[in-house]
C-alpha cells in the first residue's frame, strides 16, 4: 500500500479557494486516488476518487499530473463548515480492499 | 451514496463487561466490512477485516480474542469488546465495501463512542 504524505494542517478564510497536496510517490499502476472528509466524532465521509488528470465533482475537484506521483484536492469557496480532516488515500484494487490512513490534513476555515 | 448504519452511537460500561457494536449496511450487500478505532486527535487505525461467512483478519498487534468480530450476513457485521477497560474507551468506526465499486469504494458508519469506566 503506497504511502501518502499531506501538510499536518492549513488554515483558509470563508470564501477562499483551498489546495490540498497530497504526495504519494509509490503509487502503483492499478491504484487510484481518493479522498476523504471526516468531522469530529463522525465516520470518514468520501468526497473524491481519480485515477489520472482531472476530476470534478459537485464538492470539490482533483488534480492529478502525468506521474500520479502527487494529487491536489481542491475545495472552492470553502464555508465555515468544511474546517474537518481531509485524508489523502492511494486505493489498491486487490481484493483485500483494506483502507489505511494517513494522519490528515487538519482544514480550520476561519470567518 | 450507499448507507451504513451502527448501533449504538455512544455506549458506557462498567470495566470488565463486554460490549457489542452493530455495523449494518442498509442499501447494499457488502461481503467485506472492516472495523477501525480512532483515539482523540489521531487518525484511524485499522483494527480488522470482516468477512461474510468467515474468520475475520486481524490487523498486526489486535487481539482477536479481545475484540471479536462475526459477520454473519452479507448487511451484518458486530465487533465484541470483551471484558473491557478503560484502556478500550475509542470511537469505533465500521465501512463497508461496494463490491462492484471502482477502487475498493468504501462507505463508513457514523460511528461508535465507547467510554469504559
Known amino acids: 500500500l503506497a504511502k501518502t504524505t499531506q501538510p499536518i494542517s492549513m488554515d483558509s478564510y470563508e470564501g477562499q479557494e483551498v489546495n490540498i497536496t497530497c504526495s504519494h510517490n509509490?503509487?502503483?499502476?492499478?491504484?487510484?486516488i481518493t479522498w476523504y472528509q471526516q468531522f469530529p466524532s463522525q465516520g470518514p465521509r468520501f468526497i473524491i476518487q481519480g485515477y489520472k488528470t482531472k476530476v470534478t465533482n459537485e464538492v470539490a475537484s482533483l488534480f492529478i499530473p502525468a506521474d500520479r506521483k502527487s494529487s491536489t484536492l481542491s475545495l472552492p469557496r470553502v464555508s465555515l463548515s468544511d474546517t474537518a480532516v481531509y485524508y489523502c488515500?492511494?486505493?489498491?484494487?486487490?481484493?483485500?480492499?483494506?483502507?489505511?490512513f494517513g494522519q490528515g490534513t487538519t482544514l480550520q476555515v476561519k470567518p | 451514496g450507499a448507507v451504513v448504519s451502527q448501533h449504538p452511537s455512544w455506549v458506557i460500561c462498567k470495566s470488565g463487561t463486554s460490549v457489542k457494536i452493530e455495523c449494518r449496511s442498509l442499501?447494499?450487500?457488502?461481503?467485506?466490512m472492516f472495523w477501525y478505532r480512532q483515539f482523540p486527535k489521531q487518525s484511524l487505525m485499522l483494527m480488522a477485516t470482516s468477512n461474510e461467512g468467515s474468520k475475520a483478519t486481524y490487523e498486526q498487534g489486535v487481539e482477536k480474542d479481545k475484540f471479536l468480530i462475526n459477520h454473519a450476513s452479507l448487511t451484518l457485521s458486530t465487533l465484541t469488546v470483551t471484558s473491557a477497560h478503560p484502556e478500550d474507551s475509542s470511537f469505533y468506526i465500521c465501512?463497508?465495501?461496494?463490491?462492484?465499486?471502482?477502487?475498493?469504494?468504501?462507505?463508513f458508519g457514523p460511528g461508535t463512542r465507547l467510554t469504559v469506566l
Open positions: 509509490n503509487i502503483a499502476t492499478n491504484d487510484y
Open positions: 488515500l492511494v486505493v489498491g484494487t486487490s481484493n483485500t480492499g483494506k483502507l489505511i
Open positions: 442499501d447494499f450487500q457488502a461481503t467485506t
Open positions: 465501512s463497508a465495501r461496494v463490491e462492484a465499486g471502482v477502487g475498493n469504494e468504501q462507505f
